[in-house]
């Protein structure tokens, strides 16, 4: 196996059954623009390994302030820009990247096989439709909601709406003219949404595929 350095690096913050589990655990991603995008770059960061992250868009100048893209990358579909991103940092990655248009008709199918699920869209609707596709699911469900404009970044708050639940955002602050999109605010909950995923896999509220044939994932229910 060739040798990895951000393993080994990694291997200075964590213990080994802590990289093996977060290792096992697959999380998918609902959009791959600004949450989406921060969010993946956070997780594996912190040593998550297997994502499925589902989005249809391509990479626009205006994604630039904000998003996990660089220039060389405009006109490129997101997930194929984030994939070679993310890689880049863990090229032991596994990341299964959907070129998909997410709907009340897929949204369920995309991610069945996934551990945990991050809601990551930019339409209220389609915030909610992923809501009411997962919010009875007994697996983790993170959302996002109201994260516009710049300041008192102290609103961004992780909110647990129930034990397999969880909102981030000061839930008013939508993105609009007068309220536009700014990396940190867009970062901060980003980055929030991935530490509810750290934080619930490292307290073992959550198991993913381990084992050396990749056994059936075991969720752990009514831990919170």
């Known amino acids: 196996m060739t040798h990895n350095p951000f393993l080994s690096g990694l291997r200075d913050h964590f213990t080994n059954d802590q990289i093996r589990r977060l290792g096992s655990v697959r999380v998918g991603i609902a959009g791959a ?39 060389d990358q405009v006109g490129m579909k997101k997930v194929t820009a984030l994939e070679a991103n993310l890689k880049r940092i863990n090229p032991d990655l596994e990341m299964q990247a959907l070129d998909i ?35 009875a699911d007994p697996r983790l469900l993170v959302c996002a909601s109201g994260i516009g404009g710049w300041g008192e970044s102290d609103r961004i708050r992780t909110r647990r709406v129930r034990d397999t639940f969880y909102l981030v955002g000061d839930g008013y602050s939508e993105v609009s003219a007068d309220r536009p999109p700014t990396a940190a605010v867009v970062g901060i909950a980003a980055a929030k949404q991935a530490d509810v995923v750290v934080e619930t896999i490292l307290k073992e509220r959550v198991r993913g595929d381990e084992g050396p044939r990749g056994k059936t994932a075991h969720l752990m229910r009514r831990t919170f």
Do not use: T, W, Y
């Open 33 to 71: 623009g600004g949450l989406g995008s921060n969010a993946a770059a956070h997780l594996v960061r912190s040593g998550i390994r297997r994502l499925r992250v589902a989005d249809f868009d391509r990479v626009a100048p205006s994604n630039l302030n904000r998003q996990f893209f660089f220039i």
């Open 101 to 135: 248009r997410l709907d009340a008709g897929n949204a369920g199918r995309v991610f069945a096989h996934c551990h945990i699920i991050i809601e990551a869209l930019d339409r209220a609707r389609d915030k909610k439709m992923m809501a009411d596709a997962f919010m």
